[in-house]
């Protein structure tokens, strides 16, 4: 990566330096690749800095990895059991209601089932767990697997096994009565083993001005590891299958019936028809929906429903079977003729050739199950295990 200079600290994973900017005081503004200073205040986030010990010297960060709105979340060396790992670290603010460690203790309980070959859940697994105290509050920790974004892992695999992979991790969670309540494409990863991170080029560092303990001396950016890992490059090993990862916005149900859901939290792309056509709450038939949007995005390349127009109509043009009591707008109805139908779009998805579909029937229905307009009428995991389109093929990482 290239830089402007500066002095170089050295570290000891391997002795690989990182760099400081040579500017002396830097905001981030709105980069991506970087969390807002801001919010290193009460309340917020956790002050970390690279090459940090955490939970008596156990854990050792060395990297970043992704930011959140309400965490932060870094590659550490387990010095315990000489493995990389992946920290979450929440928001003190988060921390104090976040339901993401009993959510994934829940998960790999034995009565968590949902059917899967050799016993995989599908579902990011909890490592540990511990709490560190700082300046800005009691911050929760998670400990998981290392993952790499899915976009790069569905290229050339089989899609109705990626498709039923997605369907037992959802199955898993709806069958302990733990909705998700956040799934997208950014929150589906695949499971690797780290071999090695000596790859990884320096990581870009910019110093903060001294204003406290409430703020780490630098932030670091995760530009390097946020394109993620291929199965091509020689530092990741194993075997590779999708997970459902990122718990955060994860609630239980005692039944099927709507519990919560904020719809300014969930990004459009991605928002059920209930909380479009209705104020209804999310259920399990809001994570259906997800999962179907998800899929249609990590299979064709983008996203099911755009910002180009209301996501009312593009809904319509899927399905304009509207669930009992709601209405439609009638401009909306207007407009849902212009424009391709959901069909001619699954059309143009199947033509890409460096993937394995299968039938062309078969996968519209199975979308159409996870995409109707009213939850009512959405297949639940189960009824999904059945559909043709994925009822006999084996789940990804599952060997004959």
Partial sequence: ?????????????????????????????????????????????????????????????????????SATVWLAQDLEKDRYVAIKILTAESSEHSLETIALRRASEPSAT????????????????????????????????????????????????????????????????????DIHANNVSCLFTLED????????????????????SYVVSDEEWSGGFTKDEGDVKGTFYPLLQDLGGAF??????????????????????????SNDLLSKRSDIWA?????????????????????????????DRLAPGWQADPQHLKLVANGRSFTERLIKFLRRDWMDYGNEDLIEDFFRGMLATDPDRRLSWQELLEHPYIADVLPCGVNV
């Avoid at 002050?47 to 960060?61: A, E, F, G, H, M």
């Avoid at 911050?139 to 974004?149: D, F, Q, R």
């Avoid at 991170?197 to 780490?216: A, S």
């Fill in 291 to 319: 999962l179907g949007a998800t899929l249609f995005e990590l299979g064709a390349g983008g996203v099911l429903i755009s910002g180009r127009e209301d996501a009312e109509v593009q809904m319509l043009r899927i399905d």
């Fill in 252 to 277: 239980f149900v005692s039944n099927d019936k709507p519990f919560g859901g904020d719809p300014a939290a969930i990004p459009r792309a991605y928002r059920p028809p209930e909380m479009c056509f």
């Fill in 197 to 216: 991170v000596t790859r990884i080029m320096c990581p870009e560092c910019h110093p903060l001005p001294p204003v406290g303990e409430h703020f780490p």
């Fill in 1 to 69: 990566m290239a830089t402007t200079g500066g002095f170089v600290f050295h570290g000891k994973c391997g002795d690989r330096p990182f760099e400081l900017d040579s500017f002396p005081y830097w905001y981030p503004g709105r980069d991506p690749n970087y969390e807002d200073p801001e919010k290193y205040c009460k309340g917020g986030f956790c002050p970390i800095v690279l090459y940090q010990t955490l939970k008596n010297d156990r854990y050792r960060v060395v990297y970043k990895l992704g930011i959140g709105v």
């Fill in 114 to 181: 949902s059917q899967s070959p050799n016993n995989l859940s599908y579902v990011v697994s909890l490592l540990d767990s511990f709490d560190i105290v700082s300046a800005n509050g009691k911050h929760c920790a998670v400990v998981m697997p290392p993952t790499c974004n899915a976009y790069g892992m569905v290229e050339g695999v089989s899609f109705p096994s990626f498709c039923k992979s997605l369907v037992l991790g959802l199955g898993r969670l709806h069958s302990a009565n733990i909705c998700h309540g």
